[in-house]
């Protein structure tokens, strides 16, 4: 039974005012003495429904990236989030944890959306099954360090339900991952040259479903506070 009150009665913790939860150290010195249901919650707040940190200052810029991407593949507005250090303001990384959103940091972007996700599957395997054959040259591979490497994780990956797009070369005939790669490209250049906006890069992560986004960000964030 869902009841009501099992979502307002909320921990002394989860009271604190916007200003204290959306700093590093809250989520690192409180996540794991949450409940279950604070614990989603927080994620929730921090990384989906919050504020754009690296937009602060012009976010109506990121309501109209986020537009740029969603009419560019044909997706909702809301199947497109913006993670990481951009997002919350704060690295979360065992190495990193804390370190403060700047020009050297990445914008990283999620897409929830099936048809997206089963399109860059398509991109994988015809890319796997082309290297398989022998189909490529040296020159072809000669940016692409970790290729054989990329190719066994994003194996691994696609069973989870998600799939990083920059994995991938970034080859015409890759239609839907190179599409992806190259808008984030553009996103780059022209936030700089229009808004004076500096990243390092920007990347994709595509899911088939909300279930597997949500899931694998919690499964990310435990990880990290674990080792902290």
Known sequence: MVN??????????????LEQIEKSNFLKDNYFGLREKEKKSLLNLLIISNFCYAFKKKPIVYEQIT????????LHKTQIVLVGSAKTGFAIDPQNYGREFSEKSDLDFAIINREVFDKCVDDYNLWKMKNSKDEYTDADK???KFWNDN?????????????????????LEFKTTQSINNSLSLIVIN????????????SVRVYKDWNTF??????????VLKKL
């Not at 537009?67 to 044909?74: K, L, S, V």
């Open 191 to 202: 936030l700089r040259r229009i808004h004076d906006i500096t990243v390092k890069e920007a």
């Open 142 to 144: 000669k940016n692409y």
């Open 67 to 74: 537009q740029y991407i969603a009419d560019r593949f044909t």
């Open 151 to 171: 190719i066994n994780e994003l194996k691994h990956n696609i069973k989870r339900g998600f799939i990083d797009t920059y994995k991938i070369p970034n080859f």
């Open 214 to 223: 949500e899931t694998q960000l919690k499964i990310n964030i435990e990880h």
């Open 4 to 17: 009501i009150i099992d979502y307002l009665q909320t921990s002394k913790e989860c009271d604190k005012p």
